[in-house]
């Protein structure tokens, strides 16, 4: 059965950090890019950041630049997003997706929300 997972969302303080993983079970993710996005109420999803297994590369949003990392681990076939400098504007549910690999398929998460599977989100709240 082909399932993505998210963890790690929660309450933190403005400034804060928290880390979300994503973890995928019944396909390999060699061949694919993960991408993650959020939805804040009110808003339309929109992609945060990716990182594709098959070339390394990366995208970032330029609203989390420089304070959102992006990593994966073959091994354990999970991507990880470090989320440091945490903003009340970052809260959101934040879901992993992952799309078969296509040329320049990390760049077009800034164009919203693609996927070939998606995982179920996880809440992530920045508040005093």
């Known amino acids: 059965q082909v399932q993505l997972v998210e963890s790690g969302g929660g309450l933190v303080q403005p400034g804060g950090s928290l880390r979300l993983s994503c973890a995928a079970s019944?396909?390999?993710?060699?061949?694919?890019?993960i991408g993650w996005f959020r939805q804040a109420p009110g808003k339309e999803r929109e992609g945060v950041s990716c990182?594709?297994?098959?070339?390394?590369?990366?995208y970032y949003a330029d609203s989390v630049k420089g304070r959102f990392t992006i990593s994966r681990d073959g091994a354990k076939n999970t991507v990880t997003l470090q989320m440091n400098s945490l903003k009340p504007e970052d809260t959101a549910v934040y879901y992993c997706?992952?799309?078969?690999?296509?040329?320049?398929?990390?760049?077009?998460?800034?164009?919203?929300?693609?996927?070939?599977?998606w995982g179920q989100g996880t809440q992530v709240t920045v508040s005093s």
């Open positions: 997706a992952a799309r078969f690999w296509v040329r320049n398929v990390c760049t077009a998460v800034a164009g919203g929300p693609w996927g070939d599977y």
């Open positions: 019944g396909f390999t993710l060699d061949y694919y890019a």
């Open positions: 990182i594709s297994f098959s070339d390394g590369s990366t």
